[in-house]
């Protein structure tokens, strides 16, 4: 069974710096996809960006395209999302999800693994 663990969450001024962490356990990961979602309040959960395990391919969500950077380290099975110029409306708990084998990255229906949430908060 795949374990997420988010970590890195906080607090941070506008125009300012933050990493969150993703540590998956559970599987070899090689065929997943990893994913990062954020969620508002009472909103669905939105595509942030993702990776494919095998290859590194990223994808990203327009709002974030050049100042997000998804990336992952194989040998600690854990996956990174380096926030830049962050923004108020960036504030919103980030998720990390694991999907098996899809083609289809930016929905969060196809991922069937989810670590508990890590809250981004981001002052003006």
């Known amino acids: 069974q795949v374990q997420l663990v988010e970590s890195g969450g906080g607090l941070v001024q506008a125009g300012g710096s933050l990493t969150v962490s993703c540590a998956a356990s559970?599987?070899?990961?090689?065929?997943?996809?990893m994913g990062w979602f954020r969620q508002f309040p009472g909103k669905e959960r939105e595509f942030v960006a993702a990776?494919?395990?095998?290859?590194?391919?990223?994808y990203y969500a327009d709002s974030v395209k050049g100042r997000f950077t998804i990336s992952r380290d194989n040998a600690k099975n854990t996956v990174y999302l380096q926030m830049n110029l962050l923004k108020p409306e960036d504030t919103a708990v980030y998720y990390c999800?694991?999907?098996?084998?899809?083609?289809?990255?930016?929905?969060?229906?196809?991922?069937?693994?989810w670590g508990q949430g890590t809250q981004v908060t981001v002052s003006s």
């Open positions: 990776i494919r395990w095998s290859g590194g391919t990223t």
């Open positions: 559970g599987r070899t990961f090689s065929s997943y996809t």
């Open positions: 999800a694991a999907a098996y084998s899809i083609t289809v990255v930016g929905v969060a229906s196809n991922y069937n693994s």
